[in-house]
């Protein structure tokens, strides 16, 4: 019992100490610090913001609609005379917490199954990938909007279906990384030694494609965030007053020529928080040594 | 060729009709179906039956599917439930007008593109590839409603140059539409742009580094020569999937441009389908997309095998 232990906390250490070594490796590249730093900063933001919001984002009042900035509202208020500053703090929250647990669903289950395809090939694998292909010329925004409107919004729907469909494209990707591996010499040892298949995939191929996984993940959750916030935009994401980037856009588009910076500060957050997470995606593929520029953004 | 030409259409062929079926199952699914969506909260009993019976939808799942994809391929979409006219009618012009959009962005977009791309790629690392590749991540990644939203308070409110919204009716004549239709123009161009870019600099870069440029540069050919001769034809080959793909997964998403600038094309008339739970004209909408985007693949396709010597003369 006590050596099985100990194995696992040098294992864990050492995953801890690889995740460090790429997150400096990232860091010392400008573009990548940028891009980790946007990162943190929103995500320790979506954290604390309902702790530090300076007002209520529900809060509405008469005599402040559409003030400009000041130093009692920072980035003013909106129509409804509500704090700017604080709403977009906040907006960022859900489409986080979709966006992120999506992204590991996605990968998860689009990961394995590429990866299962790659190893067992055959008519099943002919097969799923030319129902993949189909998938995948389908508008991802119709399929979206369609569920939203039958089954309703929410987390509870946006969750498991941009998981869903935006799994798809993953398996493609892990496949394809999963042929370059197979063919190698310790894929081969481990079948000559009559390994069971998921011991070769849970001990040789996936520790191999993990790399191509994360730098696709990191890229996934760009795509997923300008899906979310495109859907809320549209007015089927977050259900208001939950303050959110999409619909405060959306919403102060129609007060625009005399308030713009209640369109102005979400641009801001939320171009700043989809950037930095494509700065630290091309950092991150470029520290591992995985080309992700050359592809199509389906 | 004959023989690789003729698979790829079949192929083609056989994705659009698993995309037909995908499109149908999934709204066989989806909880509730074009009666109860129509008649909304009074959906019950002998109303529901009745509608029911006056579409055809009490019959067998298959037979409808037979009848619609049928009729699909006549360019007969049915009867839209909402306006109780025929689907195509409407589609038409709303079809025209997205392709405008779409054509136009990519003649812009396209070259542009290329041209960026290979001069950031020959000068790569130079502060001339750091700002076209860090202002096409801005443009790649900003969604299309941020940089839209942009464009219409810079050029038609701050500036006032610019329609912001586009006011002309669907059916207009083409040239009605042109002063308004430049700004989702370059809302459009803007994305393609950064996107095919970046495709076109990596692949110059992974020419530049092989071994018969090298090869060349050693045996001393002219660096210009050597540009036009021989790393520019085979760098564009494998960007001309991609940026057939680009293209038509744009075309998909045009709907929140076409939101933001009031433009009747395909996305927004899908967009009211949706709202409005009229089921049919998001099948015949979903299947026009799918559509075009297996076209403009196929397209491509066949682009590669004509333009590349190597696929020309393959025997398989």
């Not at chain 1, 939203?148 to 799994?167: E, K, N, Q």
């Not at chain 1, 696709?216 to 899906?227: I, P, V």
């Not at chain 2, 996305?267 to 739970?277: C, E």
Request: with cysteine.
């Amino acid at each position: 019992m006590t050596t099985m232990s100990n194995t696992d906390f040098v294992k864990r250490r050492t995953a801890f100490s690889t995740l460090l070594t790429v997150l400096s490796a990232m860091a010392s590249r400008p573009s990548g610090l940028v891009g980790l730093i946007l990162v943190a900063f929103h995500i320790v933001l979506a954290i604390v913001s309902p702790v530090i919001a300076p007002y209520d984002f529900r809060e509405l009042s008469a005599q402040i609609i559409l003030n400009e900035p000041s130093s009692e509202h920072w980035f003013g208020t909106d129509n409804l005379g509500r704090d700017v500053f604080t709403r977009t703090m906040l907006g960022g929250r859900q489409a986080l917490l979709v966006t992120t647990i999506s992204t590991i669903l996605a990968i998860s289950w689009g990961g394995l199954l590429g990866v299962l395809l790659g190893l067992v090939g055959g008519w099943l694998d002919e097969l799923l990938m030319r129902l993949v292909d189909a998938f995948l010329c389908l508008p991802w925004i119709l399929v979206l909007l369609l569920i939203v409107v039958m089954v309703g919004s929410g987390p509870a729907v946006l969750i498991p279906t941009l998981g869903f469909f935006y799994g798809i494209p993953v398996i493609r990707m892990a496949r394809a990384a999963t042929h370059d591996v197979v063919a190698l010499d310790f894929v081969t040892a481990a079948r000559a030694r009559g390994e069971a298949r998921s011991t070769i995939v849970r001990r040789e191929l996936l520790p191999n494609v993990l790399d191509v996984l994360l730098v696709e993940g990191a890229m996934r959750w760009s795509w997923m965030l300008l899906a979310f916030s495109s859907l809320s935009f549209l007015g089927f994401g977050v259900a208001p007053p939950t303050p959110d980037w999409g619909l405060m856009i959306s919403n102060a588009r129609s007060f625009m020529s005399f308030a713009p910076w209640a369109a102005l500060a979400p641009v801001v957050a939320l171009s700043s928080l989809i950037i930095g997470i494509n700065l630290s995606a091309d950092a991150l593929a470029k520290v591992l040594g995985i080309d992700r520029a050359q592809k199509a953004p389906v | 060729m004959v023989r690789l030409i003729a698979r790829r259409l079949a192929l083609g062929v056989l994705t659009i009709l698993l995309v037909s079926g995908i499109i149908f199952v999934g709204v066989e699914v989806l909880p509730g179906d074009s009666c109860t969506a129509y008649l909304g909260r009074m959906a019950q009993g002998k109303r529901l039956d009745n509608c029911r019976r006056d579409f055809g939808l009490e019959r067998p799942a298959l037979t409808r599917y037979g009848e619609w994809a049928l009729g699909a391929v006549r360019g007969d979409f049915g009867v839209s439930l909402k306006r109780k006219t025929p689907i195509s009618e409407t589609v038409g012009t709303r079809f025209r007008n997205t392709i405008i959009l779409g054509v136009t962005a990519s003649i812009i977009g396209v070259p542009l593109a290329i041209l960026l791309g290979i001069i950031a790629a020959l000068w790569r690392d130079r502060p001339v590839d750091l700002w076209v590749s860090t202002t096409a991540i801005f443009a790649m990644t900003i969604p299309e409603f941020v940089s839209s939203t942009v464009l219409i308070l810079i050029f038609s409110i701050w500036l006032g140059w610019l329609p912001g919204i586009v006011t002309t009716p669907h059916d207009a004549p083409l040239l009605e539409f042109l002063s308004d239709i430049i700004l989702p123009i370059v809302a459009l161009a803007l994305v393609m742009t950064a996107h095919i870019l970046r495709m076109v600099r990596t692949s110059v870069i992974d020419v530049m580094a092989s071994d018969y440029i090298q090869m060349a540069q050693l045996k001393g050919v002219p660096y210009w020569q050597m540009v036009f001769k021989h790393v520019l034809p085979n760098a564009m080959l494998p960007t001309i999937n991609l940026v057939a793909l680009t293209i038509a997964w744009l075309l998909g998403g045009t709907v929140v441009i076409e939101v933001v600038f009031n433009y009747p094309g395909l996305g927004r008339l899908m967009l009211q389908a949706i709202f409005f739970r009229d089921l049919a004209m998001v099948q015949a909408i979903a299947l026009i997309l799918a559509t075009l985007y297996v076209g403009l693949n196929l397209f491509a396709d066949l682009l590669t095998l004509v333009a590349n010597p190597r696929l020309r003369t393959m025997r398989t």
